[in-house]
């Protein structure tokens, strides 16, 4: 149960970072895909993270205290053509250091569009986090857009490539920001994971 959400601070620096002694988990996934509408949907606050309809939205590490115990990460998208070359590899390093180094985090949850197929870019970004331990969860989101039909093949689909990369699935939520679909199953694996 989510009694309090509130916003710390935004980094570009994970050293930066709020002292790493409370259990951590960030949000990750292509420019647009839902991070920030996710974490206002479990937080039942819309104006906590910044929400746009442009990609490219969120470009800091931003971290908000749940109940004064553990923290909700929100991240800058990937994938995001129109940034420059320059400025890509800055935040792609930015965000390998603080994935690589924050020793807090219990678990990344990588967002994937339950729209599409299984696009290249989220299947190679996963196969960065198993090469560098990375505990990673999976979120589909957007479930609302589509029928259930559709969104299940998508998921099928992705599974089967994890398969391929891993030898097995990761554990995986569906979701909407909309309907709120997955929140109670997101937040308890949360809790859970907290109480450990
Ligand atoms: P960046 O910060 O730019 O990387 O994007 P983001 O992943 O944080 O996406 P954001 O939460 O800003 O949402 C992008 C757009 O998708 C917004 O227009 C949201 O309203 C919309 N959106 C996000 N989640 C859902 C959802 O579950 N259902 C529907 N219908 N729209 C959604
Ligand atoms: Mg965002």
Redesign the pocket.
């Known amino acids: 149960m989510i009694k309090n959400a509130q916003f710390v601070i935004s980094n570009t620096d994970y050293k930066k970072c709020p002292e790493p002694t409370k259990p951590e988990f960030a949000f990750i996934?292509r420019?647009?895909?839902?991070?920030?509408?996710?974490i206002n949907m479990l937080t039942n606050n819309k104006n906590l993270a910044k929400?746009?309809?442009k990609?490219?939205?969120?470009q800091l590490i931003n971290h908000f205290v749940i109940n004064g115990n553990w923290y909700m990460v929100d991240l800058?998208?990937y994938g995001f053509a129109k940034v420059s070359k320059g400025i890509k590899s800055t935040w792609e390093k930015m965000i390998s250091n603080y994935l690589t180094n924050r020793d807090n985090l219990v678990a990344l949850c990588v967002?994937v569009d339950s729209r599409l197929e299984p696009q290249k870019i989220d299947l190679e970004f996963i196969t960065w986090c198993g090469e560098n331990d990375i505990p990673f969860i999976l979120i589909f989101?957007?479930s609302?857009?589509q029928a259930k039909s559709k969104t299940q093949q998508n998921i099928q689909k992705f599974l089967n490539e994890c398969v391929k990369i891993f030898g097995e699935d990761p554990q995986f939520f569906v979701?909407?920001?909309?309907s709120s679909e997955g929140k109670e199953d997101v937040l308890t694996f949360f809790d859970e994971e907290v109480k450990e």
């Open positions: 996934g420019s647009n895909v839902g991070k920030s509408s996710l929400t746009s309809g990609p490219g939205k969120t800058p998208g967002l989101t957007k609302d857009k979701t909407s920001a909309q």
